[in-house]
């Protein structure tokens, strides 16, 4: 297993990664479970569980065991280390969903080189998928069917929006958002992750969040990417390091939906 300057690494590497997240919180999902809340800005209920905690110990020692000079940004223990690599993971993406039984949570494994998504990848255990970018595109895996994902290309009349939940817009965001509805197709709510992987696999064109963390999106970037799609920040800059984000299918359609939030 190695890396180099590109910030390749082996994609074998993020599906250990991956095997180990499931097996903690694939076994807690529709179980009774406790569930703690941490403070969050905007947010008055942000739970975290053990299905969280124990997944990024997993994927947090395996990754010191194979590669100690990388750092390591993870929701629930914070930031470890320095260097030009840094995985940024997030375990239970969509833990409100987690603790519904709702199977639209996954957990994402992302690595940045110079501060550049690179790699990425989102497993989702109960339905039994992964999706994943590499060197050569971006993927779904179910079972042994491996395909290539593509983003498909709209005008925004014909577009599917997604933001997880109209909570969270305030002032000129809200208004913005408010008139993108008006001019889709159709709007639709509550599908975390998932919904974002689903513009990367061609059913969704514009996915929309007003405040996303780095490891809410990192993974998701080399995803959305290399299937055709576009992400950035709502000022056009690199989604990275979060924020306001949108998603879309296409650059034609992103600029156009940009033009209508601003």
Request: aromatic share 8%.
């Amino acid at each position: 297993m190695s890396s180099n300057i590109s910030g390749a690494v082996d994609i074998s590497f993020l599906h250990q990664l991956a095997d180990l997240a499931d097996a903690q919180t694939l076994s807690r999902f529709r179980t009774p479970i406790d569930v703690d809340a941490k403070y969050k800005e905007g947010d008055k209920f942000d739970p975290v569980t053990d299905a969280d905690r124990q997944a990024e110990v997993a994927m947090r020692a395996l990754i010191r065991e194979r590669f100690p000079e990388h750092a390591i940004l993870g929701e629930e223990f914070g930031s470890e280390g320095d260097g030009d690599f840094r995985w940024v993971l997030d375990p239970v993406d969509g833990t409100k969903p987690f603790i519904c039984g709702i199977p639209v949570w996954g957990t994402l494994i992302g690595l940045t080189h110079k501060g550049v998504a690179t790699r990425g990848m989102m497993s989702q255990p109960f339905t039994g998928e992964r999706f994943w970018a590499d060197a050569d595109g971006a993927w779904h895996q179910r079972g042994s069917s491996v395909e290539r994902m593509h983003t498909r290309r709209v005008d925004l009349s014909e577009a599917i929006l997604h933001t997880t939940s109209p909570q969270g817009y305030q002032g000129a965001l809200a208004e913005g958002f408010a008139r993108l509805k008006d001019q889709v197709r159709m709007t639709r709510y509550g599908g975390e992750c998932y919904a974002m992987v689903m513009v990367a696999a061609g059913h969704i064109d514009l996915a929309l969040e007003p405040a996303l963390q780095p490891y809410d999106i990192v993974a998701l970037i080399p995803i959305i990417e290399k299937a055709g799609g576009v992400v950035t920040r709502l000022d056009g800059g690199r989604p990275e390091i979060g924020g306001p984000v949108l998603i879309s299918g296409s650059a034609v359609l992103h600029e156009h939906a940009l033009e209508i939030l601003r």
